[in-house]
C-alpha cells in the first residue's frame, strides 16, 4: 500500500527566475534515475472527427495529432524522473513542473508564435488554480533546434575558430601574410615590452594610438580586416607563429561572412585562460538564452532513458514541432525523426491493456483506481523534492498518476531495468513496450464502472469500412433499422458508429459485401434507387484518408468527405492499400511496424 507522503506532493515550480538552477538539478536527477514521466498542459484538445476515432489508422491518427500539436501551446511540461528500488518495493520520484510561455526572448523578430485557445480549456485550467500571470510573466521561452539553426543567423559575435592545414601558398598569400605579420610584431611590442622612462611611455602611448589599438574589455586589442575565409587561415596561421600570449577572435558581418580578425593581447598563460574561460561562459549563457526549454529537452534526449506518458501520440507531435522542428507529413518520417530524440517511448496505456479488465479503463485515475480495488501492490513512495507547496495542479497530479501506475504496473507485469529480478527471476524489460502509441479520447471522470463496460475491441480492415454522411439527425439505433430497407448489403451483419453529428462508419462483417455496396453507389445502380433518393452517399476509406491529408479540418467530416469523394471515385474499388483499425474502445496503433 502506498504511503500517505505522495498524496499531497507537489512538483518543484520552475520560471525563468529558477530554470538555470533547476536545470542542474533535473540533469543530476536524470543521471540517476531509470525512468522519466511526462504530461503536458496545453490550450486545447482535438474536437469533432479532428479527435481520434476507432476508424483511424496509424497515418490518420497521425494527421490529427500533427493538427493539434500546430494549432495548441504547452503551457506547463511536468517532468518526473523517477526509479524503482525492491525490498521494498519502493518509488523514488523527482518531479519538476516547467512554465512556458513562447517570446521572442531575443528581440530578433522571431520567431512569430500565435495559437489557438479553447475557452472550455482555459476555465478548467483557472478552475484548477492555473497561474497564468507566472505563465506569462515568468514562462520559460524556447526556440526549436530548427529555429536556433535560423536565429544564430541573425547574431554576429566574434568567436574563436580552429586554424585548419595550410594549402600551398601563393604569392599573393606570403605578401598579405608578410605585410600582416610586420603589423601584428609591431602593435604586439608595445605591450609586451613597455618604455620604463615617462617619456618612453609618452612614446609607447602614442606608438599604440597609430597602430591603431583598441580595447577587449580589459585586454589591449586590435583589428584585422579581412575579405575572404583564406585571408582568415592566414591571419590564425600568422598569429599561431608570432606568439601565445595572442587569441583571436573571428568577427562576422550581418551576413555572418568573417570580416575581421580582433586580435587579443593577454598578460601571461593564467589571463589567457582566464579569457578563454570568460569566453566559454558567455558562449554557454548565449546558448542557454537561445535553447530556452530546449534545454531540458536536449537533457532528455542525451539521457537516453525511457520516457513514459499518456496519449504520446498527441504529447510527442506537440513536443517535436515545438522543440526540435516542423513536423514530417507522414507518420514513417515522423518516427525516424522522434527515435533520434526519444528512442524509446511507452504509452502507459498501452501497458495496463496488457492487464484483461483495464482495457476498459479511459484515463489514468481509472486504472488506478482499478489497481488500487482489485490488485494488492505493497509499495513505498518518496517525493524528496518538493516545491512547499499544499496543492498541485492538474499537470503535476498527472505526470505523479503516470509514476504511480507505471511502478504499479511493472511491479504486476514484472518489468524490470535490466530484465533480471534480484531473486534471479526472469523478467521483461520495458524495451517491449516501447513506441506503440494509444492515441486516447481522455474521459473527464475519474473512475470506471468496469462491471457494466464490454470490451468488443477487434481488428478490422479498412476494406470494411463505409462512411456514411446525408441522413438526417438520427441514432445509431434508427440509422441502422431505417438502412435495412434500402439495400440488399443492409441485411448483412454490419455495426453502426457516428463519427460526428454529420456522418458515420458502417462496419461489414466481410469486405466483399463493403466493395459491392460502394461499386453499385458509383455506378448509380438502380439497385440503390431508394437509396440516392433518401438523399444518403457512401464512399470508402481512401475518401477519408484524402479528406485528412488534404487537411479539410475546419468542415465537418461529411462536408470534407464530399469535398474530395468526386475526385476518388475509383477508391471504391479495391485497388489502394488497405490498413487495419481496432475497432471500438482499443485505439492501438503499433508504430514499430513503420520502423522496419
Known amino acids: 500500500m502506498a504511503t500517505s507522503r505522495a498524496a499531497a506532493a507537489s512538483a518543484k515550480q520552475v520560471t525563468r527566475r529558477n530554470f538555470a538552477e ?8 536524470l543521471e540517476a534515475c531509470e525512468y522519466v514521466a511526462v504530461a503536458a498542459q496545453k490550450t486545447g484538445a482535438a474536437t469533432g472527427w479532428r479527435r481520434a476515432l476507432p476508424v483511424d489508422t496509424a497515418e490518420t491518427a497521425y494527421l490529427k495529432a500533427k493538427l493539434a500539436a500546430e494549432s495548441f501551446q504547452p503551457l506547463q511540461i511536468a517532468i518526473c524522473p523517477f526509479q524503482l528500488h525492491t525490498s521494498p518495493y519502493t518509488l523514488v520520484a523527482y518531479p519538476y513542473n516547467f512554465h512556458l510561455f513562447p517570446r521572442d526572448e531575443l528581440q530578433l523578430g522571431m520567431p512569430s508564435y500565435s495559437f489557438s485557445c479553447q475557452s472550455s480549456y482555459l476555465s478548467t485550467m483557472a ?20 529555429q536556433e539553426s535560423l536565429a544564430r543567423q541573425n547574431i554576429f559575435t566574434p568567436q574563436l575558430r580552429q586554424l585548419l592545414p ?15 605579420k610586420s603589423r601584428i610584431v609591431h602593435w604586439r611590442k608595445g605591450y609586451a615590452e613597455p618604455s ?15 597602430l591603431g589599438g583598441e580595447s577587449y574589455g580589459s585586454r589591449p586589442s586590435m583589428i584585422i580586416d579581412v575579405c575572404s575565409d ?30 575581421a580578425v580582433r586580435l587579443v593581447f593577454t598578460s601571461s598563460k593564467e589571463d589567457k585562460n582566464l579569457l578563454l574561460m570568460d569566453m566559454q561562459k558567455l558562449e554557454d549563457e548565449q546558448n542557454f538564452r537561445f535553447r530556452g526549454f530546449r534545454e531540458v529537452i536536449d537533457l532528455l534526449s542525451s539521457s537516453q532513458k525511457p520516457i513514459i506518458s499518456y496519449n504520446c501520440l498527441n504529447d510527442l507531435t506537440m513536443m517535436h514541432t515545438k522543440f526540435v522542428a516542423p513536423l514530417p507529413s507522414n507518420v514513417h518520417e515522423f518516427m525516424c525523426s522522434l527515435r533520434m530524440v526519444f528512442p524509446s517511448v511507452v504509452d502507459i496505456s498501452h501497458m495496463w491493456k496488457e492487464i484483461g479488465p483495464l482495457r476498459k479503463a479511459k484515463n489514468i485515475q481509472a486504472a488506478l483506481s482499478y489497481l488500487q480495488r482489485q490488485y494488492f501492490v505493497p509499495m513505498e513512495i518518496e517525493v524528496p523534492q518538493q516545491d512547499g507547496t499544499n496543492s498541485a495542479t492538474k499537470n503535476e497530479q498527472n505526470v505523479l498518476r503516470i509514476t504511480k501506475l507505471f511502478a504499479k504496473l511493472s511491479s504486476l507485469l514484472k518489468i524490470s531495468p535490466k530484465g533480471q529480478s534480484q531473486s534471479d527471476e526472469q523478467c521483461c524489460t520495458v524495451e517491449e513496450y516501447c513506441n506503440i502509441f494509444y492515441p486516447c479520447t481522455v474521459e473527464e471522470s475519474d ?36 438502412l435495412t430497407g434500402l439495400h440488399h448489403a443492409f441485411s448483412e451483419d454490419f455495426e453502426v458508429k457516428l463519427l ?25 445502380s438502380p439497385s440503390l434507387n431508394n437509396f440516392l433518393s433518401e438523399g444518403l452517399k457512401a464512399a470508402g476509406f481512401e475518401v477519408y484518408r484524402k479528406a485528412c491529408r488534404s487537411g479539410l479540418w475546419d468542415s465537418d ?16 474499388l479495391s485497388e489502394y492499400s488497405t490498413s487495419q483499425i481496432y475497432w471500438n474502445n482499443s485505439l492501438m496503433l503499433d508504430l514499430k511496424e513503420y520502423l522496419d
Open 127 to 146: 478552475n484548477d488554480g492555473f497561474d497564468f500571470n507566472m505563465c506569462i510573466y515568468d514562462g520559460i521561452s524556447y526556440l526549436s533546434r530548427v
Open 447 to 482: 473512475d470506471v464502472d468496469f462491471a457494466n463496460e464490454s470490451d468488443t475491441t477487434k481488428t478490422v480492415s479498412t476494406d470494411n469500412v463505409v462512411f456514411l454522411w446525408g441522413f438526417r439527425e438520427k441514432s445509431c439505433k434508427e440509422l441502422r433499422s431505417h
Open 22 to 29: 533547476a536545470v542542474r538539478e533535473l540533469g543530476s536527477h
Open 196 to 210: 620604463k622612462t615617462a617619456e618612453g611611455s609618452l612614446v609607447s602611448s602614442l606608438s599604440k594610438l597609430i
Open 230 to 259: 583564406r585571408q582568415v587561415q592566414l591571419v590564425l596561421e600568422a598569429v599561431n607563429r608570432i606568439s601565445d600570449d595572442l587569441v583571436p577572435l573571428v568577427v562576422p558581418d550581418k551576413a555572418g561572412a568573417a570580416r
Open 166 to 180: 595550410s594549402p600551398s601558398t601563393s604569392v599573393a598569400d606570403s605578401v598579405f601574410m608578410s605585410r600582416i
Open 557 to 572: 467530416l461529411a462536408e470534407a468527405l464530399e469535398g474530395v469523394s468526386s475526385e476518388l471515385a475509383a477508391s471504391t
Open 500 to 524: 460526428d453529428k454529420t456522418c458515420s462508419a458502417l462496419i461489414f462483417r466481410s469486405s466483399d459485401t463493403a466493395m459491392e455496396l460502394l461499386q453499385e453507389i458509383s455506378s448509380e
